[in-house]
C-alpha cells in the first residue's frame, strides 16, 4: 500500500488530502466514479501509511504537510486542477443538505505542500473554456459600446 501511496504521488500533478468523514457509501461510490469520469484517482488509505509514503516523497515536495485530520483520502490525477475541483464540486453539493461529509485539509500542487484555503482557490478557478469565454466578452465589449454608439448617432440625425 505504501508503494502504491509513493506511485500516486511521485505521478501525480496535483494532489488533494480529503477528509470524508460521515460520508456514505452511496456518496462515496459517486464521488469516485465522477473523479473516474474525468481521470482523477481517488485512494482511501490509513494515515500511518500515507506519512510514510509523504516522508519517501518529501525531498521532491517543498514546505510542510497540512495536518490530516479525520478519515483521509487522496484524490491526485495527471491534470493541475481537476482533482481540486472535483472534489470542490461534489463537496458543494453533498455537504450543505447532509451537513457534513467531506472537506479539503490541504494538498500538493506546483511540488509545494498547500493549505485547505489555497487549494480550494485553486478549485474555485474557472476551466480553460469559461476564462476563452470571459475573454472573449472583454474583446468584444468595446466593439458593442461602439456599435450602440455609431447606431444612436445615425438615429439622431434621421
Known amino acids: 500500500m505504501v508503494e502504491a501511496l509513493k506511485a500516486g504521488i511521485a505521478s501525480a500533478v496535483s494532489l488533494v488530502f480529503v477528509n470524508f468523514h460521515?460520508?456514505?457509501?452511496?456518496?462515496?461510490?459517486t464521488?469516485?466514479?465522477n473523479l473516474k469520469q474525468t481521470g482523477v484517482k481517488y485512494l482511501v488509505a490509513k494515515k500511518?501509511?500515507?506519512r510514510r509514503a509523504l516522508?519517501?516523497?518529501a525531498s521532491?515536495?517543498?514546505?510542510e504537510a497540512p495536518?490530516?485530520?479525520?478519515?483521509v483520502a487522496i484524490a491526485f490525477g495527471e491534470d493541475m486542477f481537476l482533482p481540486?475541483?472535483?472534489?470542490?464540486?461534489?463537496?458543494?453539493k453533498i455537504n450543505p443538505p447532509t451537513g457534513g461529509g467531506l472537506k479539503i485539509l490541504g494538498g500538493i500542487f506546483e511540488q509545494k505542500f498547500r493549505s485547505a484555503v489555497e487549494m480550494t482557490q485553486i478549485a474555485m478557478i474557472p476551466s480553460r473554456e469559461v476564462l476563452y469565454g470571459q475573454l472573449v466578452s472583454l474583446f468584444a465589449s468595446p466593439m458593442r459600446g461602439l456599435v450602440i454608439t455609431l447606431d444612436q448617432i445615425s438615429k439622431s440625425k434621421n
Open 48 to 50: 500511518t501509511l500515507l
Open 60 to 63: 521532491q515536495i517543498a514546505g
Open 84 to 92: 481540486a475541483k472535483g472534489i470542490y464540486e461534489f463537496q458543494s
Open 67 to 71: 495536518a490530516l485530520d479525520g478519515e
Open 55 to 57: 516522508a519517501a516523497s
Open 31 to 33: 464521488l469516485r466514479r
Open 22 to 29: 460521515g460520508l456514505n457509501v452511496a456518496a462515496t461510490t
